[in-house]
């Protein structure tokens, strides 16, 4: 388990409709200190809310600004 800081940003909410049930998905995007230990399996926890990881992290190893970015998702409902 890692635990620290990082940067997250809003993706966008997704709503699917149907007769028999009505859900919604936020997706925020993660951006993680480089190197941070990250699979698809594992979730993230932000706001007491937690997050699968949506695909695989991306590990960005160029420039000043190295990072891991993470693309996450939880069901509203």
Known sequence: MWAGFGHVQPDRTVEA?????????ELLRVYLPFGVPLSSLD???????????????MHWPHGGL???????????H
């Not at 409709?17 to 998905?25: D, F, G, K, L, N």
């Not at 891991?68 to 069901?75: G, I, S």
């Open 17 to 25: 409709r149907s007769p028999a049930r009505e859900t919604a998905q």
């Open 43 to 57: 979730r993230i926890r932000y706001r007491g809310q937690l997050f699968e990881i949506d695909g695989e992290p």
């Open 66 to 76: 190295r990072h891991t970015r993470v693309h996450v998702w939880r069901a509203m």
